[in-house]
């Protein structure tokens, strides 16, 4: 595989040679001006080389590869296309953009993932859809059955390539592969560009010539991100977080460290009735639906979440995310943030650092920014271990004492209110707004 800078830039989607009914489905999505990783992606995939882009987390990701996708199947009406993604709300995100594109297009899509009755997906794959999106996995687990499922196809798209891999796709991936025939031009997407990476990369794409596009900052915060970290004994994080709350009025995205975590929080704050609901991989797939649904419609002000969803999701109202637990590894947490401040917005990050975060919080210092610390305990300060820092290495993804820490410290506890808060309880029902968007809903909604 030898690797070529891209160095083509266009600063119009008119430029973009799209088929003409996408523009008008862009502006109806209002959008109106390429990112620059599509003005740099498109040109590239137009031509039909293969290329790897290494990009920021919000940068616009999803359009830099659906339009030159749209733009080679509309050129031959007989190819196909196959767009992977590792998880299921990004697969369905990503289906979502496709059937937004295509509305006035005669191209038919198909969503396969994991949580959906496999029979019926079985036989939309078997009418041969243009458009497939799917996870690895049940990708995989349909060309057990047939393997034909995937002739004719002429594009394939390998969306966040490094959580793939980290998430153990990588057999999966090779499956896919070895059922692949003919020629096939290959677009992958990563917020990373490690040696797996490239080696899934090398798999797909042979030994020819390979476009790369590397974003200077692919590893950093974009710059209309706000971020704040708050250094603060865990038993006053409860308290600190209503403050967080009631300071803002948009869409809220809290990261939790694990399932049981995340449950607490999302029942704590509907007692104190926010417009909110949580969100794990412990919950059915109809459950997430709802609440992602829900979430992005805005009829949810505030979502509480695993690590699930730090990757992928894309809602624009969300003004404020919270990091109420540190991640497990220091790159999901670049993901975490990336969720507000998309495609030139403005957003905040607040991420709680307690004294036994030490070891973390020194491996997030490349992605904080020159973020503002605020000591909340005038006391406060980090438990010191005697261990050298270092790096967690990729796919690590446990924290073994930290994780029993918190577990131990959760565990019978009924979430109750704050005793000396009184004053500053919020109203009944905050009613924050969204540009266009009310947040709110009866309580009554809730008993589900």
Do not use: W
């Not at 974003?215 to 308290?239: F, G, H, N, Y």
């Amino acid at each position: 595989m030898k690797l070529q800078n891209a160095t083509a830039q266009l600063k119009s989607f008119q430029e973009m040679n799209l088929p003409a009914p996408i523009i008008p489905a862009l502006e109806k999505m209002q959008i109106t001006k390429p990112t620059l990783i599509q003005s740099q992606a498109v040109p590239v995939a137009n031509k039909g080389a293969n290329l790897i882009a290494v990009a920021q987390t919000g940068s616009g990701k999803t359009l830099a590869f659906a339009l030159p996708v749209l733009a080679k199947l509309n050129r031959k009406p007989e190819a196909r296309a196959l767009v992977m993604a590792p998880s299921r709300e990004m697969a369905q995100q990503i289906y979502k953009v496709f059937q937004e594109l295509t509305a006035d297009l005669p191209m038919t899509a198909c969503l396969a993932i994991g949580g959906i009755t496999g029979s019926k997906q079985a036989n939309q794959l078997k009418k041969n859809p243009r458009i497939i999106v799917a996870t690895p996995g049940r990708m995989n687990d349909h060309l057990n059955s047939n393997k034909l499922l995937l002739q004719g196809v002429e594009i394939v798209v390998i969306d966040e390539a490094d959580r793939m891999l980290d998430m153990g796709f990588a057999p999966q991936l090779k499956t896919i592969q070895n059922t692949l025939r003919g020629e096939r031009q290959t677009l992958m997407f990563s917020a990373t560009f490690t040696q797996s990476v490239e080696s899934i990369a090398k798999l797909f794409m042979g030994g020819g010539e390979v476009f790369i596009i590397r974003s200077e900052k692919a590893e950093a915060p974009v710059e209309t991100l706000k971020q704040k970290v708050l250094l603060i004994d865990r038993d006053k994080k409860d308290d600190r977080l209503l403050d967080e709350l009631n300071a803002t009025t948009g869409g809220v995205i809290i990261f939790a460290g694990d399932q049981e975590h995340t449950t607490r929080l999302g029942k704590y704050l509907k007692e104190y009735g926010y417009s909110v609901d949580f969100i794990h991989g412990g919950l059915s797939q109809g459950a997430r639906n709802r609440v992602i649904r829900e979430f992005r419609a805005a009829e949810l002000r505030i979502m509480v979440t695993t690590d699930l969803l730090a990757r992928g999701l894309d809602v624009p109202h969300v003004e404020l995310v919270i990091s109420y637990d540190l991640p497990f590894q220091a790159e999901d947490f670049l993901h975490r943030i990336g969720r507000t401040a998309r495609a030139g917005r403005t957003g905040t990050a607040i991420t709680f650092v307690t004294p036994g975060d030490a070891r973390m919080y020194s491996l997030l210092k490349p992605y904080l920014g020159g973020a503002q610390e605020v000591k909340v305990d005038k006391d406060f300060d980090f438990v010191r271990s005697t261990q050298k820092f270092t790096a967690i290495p990729v796919g690590e993804k446990k924290r073994a004492d930290k994780y029993e820490e918190k577990k131990s410290a959760y565990k019978g506890k009924r979430p109750g209110k704050p005793k000396a808060r009184a004053a500053s309880k919020p109203a009944a029902r905050p009613t924050g707004k969204a540009p266009g968007k009310t947040f709110g809903r009866t309580s009554k909604s809730y008993a589900r």
